[in-house]
């Protein structure tokens, strides 16, 4: 079972977003600092409506998005119920998705093509990010930068904490179809790399690039936030594949 999500954390679901879309990001959010093993049983979709005291439409729709992101699998039956996605299933699923959602055949597709198009959304979304933050969101950040930084000697284990910071300031966009676009392409991007080595990687002075980045977040729209775009890099590319 989901250790953190419990009778005590139903709390009303703000309304710049659908409430299936803001029930998935906490759910994704509670399941990655969880740290659940893949095809470890979460719940029901009968104790999450009552836990969250959401309609059942409201469950199937956000447990729809989670598959459809490659984060959970549904399973029907006795001993069924929401399962945290196996790794080979999470790759593909989201894999499939990018293509599927922005139309292109995979053999087209590269990560450098995909990585420029996230790149020029990147300043869109922290912009909105910038205008629509709370305390909330700034402690999360902060708190996900911190673990990058514990990472700084391991490609691997930064990349990780990287998509994540990634992913949570494009939570706190309201502009769904900017977010939906961006958090696509990342997650194509992060199954790219999946299985390969980061060359050139230069953890401390990418640490130094992403705390400014959210502290200019958490200054609010201005030529702090502009400063902190223009010096936010691009990831490094795979080396190998």
């Known amino acids: ?31 990655r600092s969880d740290g ?25 729709e956000a447990v729809r998005l989670l598959e459809t992101r490659g984060v959970i699998e549904a ?13 080979a299933v999470r790759s593909a699923v989201r894999f499939a998705h990018v293509h599927t959602v922005l139309g292109f055949p995979s053999e087209s597709t590269s990560y450098r093509d995909c990585l420029l198009v996230r790149d020029a959304l990147e300043p869109l979304i922290c912009r909105d990010a910038a205008a629509a933050r709370s305390a909330g969101d700034i402690a999360a950040l902060a708190a996900i930068v911190a673990r990058m930084a514990q990472h700084v000697d391991d490609p691997a284990g930064y990349f990780k904490c990287n998509w994540e910071l990634h992913r949570r300031i494009a939570a706190i966009s309201s502009n769904a179809p900017l977010r939906s676009i961006y958090l696509t392409l990342t997650e194509g991007l992060e199954s790219m790399l999946d299985d390969s080595e980061i060359d050139e990687f230069d953890g401390p002075a990418s640490i130094a690039i992403h705390r400014e980045l959210v502290a200019a977040i958490e200054d609010g729209l201005g030529v702090r936030l502009e400063a902190a775009l223009a010096a ?8 190998r594949a």
């Open 1 to 31: 079972m989901m250790r953190a999500v419990s009778a005590a954390t139903s709390v009303p679901l703000p309304p710049r977003v659908s409430r299936a879309a803001r029930l998935a990001q906490e759910l994704e959010a509670r399941i």
């Open 36 to 60: 659940p093993q893949p095809g470890e049983r979460i719940a029901t979709k009968h104790e999450l409506r009552e836990r969250f005291g959401v309609a059942s439409a409201t469950i199937n």
């Open 75 to 87: 399973r029907p039956g006795p001993g069924g119920g929401i399962f945290v996605a196996r790794s």
């Open 232 to 239: 936010h890099t691009p990831l490094p590319p795979p080396g």
